[in-house]
Nanobody, 123 residues
């Protein structure tokens, strides 16, 4: 299983980025997917999750209203659209494939993890 996250980079406060997670797992469309992040010196935290159909999504309170998770099962790809970025959003962002088809906010609910992509929000 390979999860490849991309789309990170340096952005100014208030800017936007879209992260992409490509999943090479053949049956990946049956699994929920999630995004987590880890800032320097902090523990990994949940950001957003989406169920296998893309009909149900959950978000951390810190990103609600600013981030949107979506998926394209035909392309085995999950996206994280991030708007109104702030310096506190600076972190390495990881995508992960869930153990089940539903959403999960707990890292233990995920089996496969990508390597992460760095997002830096700074002026």
């Amino acid at each position: 299983v390979q999860l490849q996250a991309s789309g990170g980079g340096l952005v100014q406060p208030g800017g936007s980025l879209r992260l992409t997670c490509a999943n090479s797992r053949r049956t990946s469309s049956n699994n929920g997917m999630g995004w987590f992040r880890q800032a320097p010196g902090k523990e990994r935290e949940f950001v957003a999750a989406i169920n296998w159909r893309g009909a149900d999504a959950v978000y951390a309170d810190s990103v609600k209203g600013r981030f949107t998770i979506s998926r394209d099962n035909a392309k085995n790809t999950v996206y994280l659209q991030m708007n109104s970025l702030a310096p506190d959003d600076t972190a390495v962002y990881y995508c992960a494939s869930a153990l089940s088809s539903s959403t999960s906010t707990n890292a233990r609910g995920y089996r496969y993890w990508g390597k992460g992509t760095l997002v830096t929000v700074s002026s």
